[in-house]
């Protein structure tokens, strides 16, 4: 049986799956599969140890438990491309995963130091944020570490346009936030009058979008602008504090008009670093230059000499807000990687009595008993 007249095949734009994101790289992953008669599909919703699959054949409901690991970074989850049992299986099973592209994670409030996957094989990540109430720039920066890290491209919504009916002021908070998010698209959206919604659908393109934001964020307004319909449900925010309640409990893939998917997510609460270094480096992207003109190369920008960071910020070219920001994020990343790695674990340990040894050197050099740590006598 040749591989372009099974269930699976990829053969044009008309294929069933391609709404939802399936192309030729996809149907070459998924080969071996398709000839053991297995069918490729889209996880669209995951539900206690249930979970929703597209499939050549329409949503198919399918239990994931062949594929519960001990890993819990390798759970099924929605957005990933698996291989599903064919028609006639009752229950039908998920048998395996197809390798993921991206992976949106945050760390879990466990404290075994696991790690949540909220979203598989995204291209863009949306964070939405509030108009409603003061704009928590330490917030956007947390957000899209963990977006950059995932190899998905940020972009960030201000959501509520119309409650700052102030040019001015409007242009002033899409500024503060461009300078927290160097490198990624700020807009600006009325959901619910649809403006700004045409640009940001043309900006996501024809891809695999996720929506973050903490609850309130208007989430599911946008989510419905940008699939066409109502397709979630919208409660109103709290006029308190602009807080809203869940109104999306599950993690959804839904299709867009124009082309192209959309993950809508519960409200975040907590979003906490996993492993995100790499996009620690990309939000903080000018500290990182700055760093490549201090005096040493591991240099932690806290209190050494040469330190052209810490000038930086003397000199007002570096917000102290941004460099505070990072300090945070940096140490909250090594802390989550040396929980759950050993090695990192004694290398951070080494850094903190390096960095006490240099504490102590610099009060004596301040005393005048010696120099200062790493400066010839």
Known sequence: MSLSSLPGSFSSS?????????????????????????LPGRVVRVDRGQCDVITPV????????????????????????????PEGNDP??????????????????????EGQILAANVDHAVVAMSLAVEL?????????????????????VLTKADLVPDPAVLAYLVQDVETAAPGVPVLTVRARDGEGVEELAALLGRGTTVLLGASG??????????????????????????????????????????????IDTPGLRGVGLWDAGTGV???????????????????????????????AAEDGELPVRRLESYRKLVRENQWIVAKSDARARADVRQDWKRKQAEGRAAGEAKRGRGPWPGVPR
């Open 14 to 38: 008309s294929h069933p799956l391609v709404p939802y994101g399936w192309d030729a790289d996809w149907e070459s992953e998924f080969a071996p599969y398709a000839e053991q008669g297995l």
């Open 136 to 156: 928590d720039l330490g917030r956007v920066e947390r957000f899209l570490a963990l977006a950059w890290e995932s190899g998905a491209q940020p972009v960030v």
């Open 217 to 262: 964020a208007g989430k599911s307004t946008l989510a419905n602008a940008l699939v066409g319909e109502e397709v979630m449900t919208v409660q109103a925010t709290r006029d308190m504090d602009g807080k809203g309640r869940h109104t999306t409990t599950t993690r959804n893939l839904l299709t867009r008009p124009g082309g192209g998917v959309l």
């Open 92 to 113: 039908r099973y998920v048998r395996t995963l197809l390798p993921r592209r991206t992976a949106f994670v945050r760390s879990t409030s466990s404290k075994r130091s």
């Open 58 to 85: 329409g949503t198919v409901r399918a239990d994931t438990e062949f594929v519960v690991p001990r890993d819990p970074m390798k759970v099924v989850c929605t957005g990933d491309w698996v291989a599903v049992d």
């Open 281 to 311: 480096g990309q939000v903080f992207s000018e500290i990182e230059e700055f760093a490549e003109r201090c005096r040493f190369h591991d240099c932690a920008h806290e209190r050494e000499p040469g330190c052209a960071v810490l000038a």
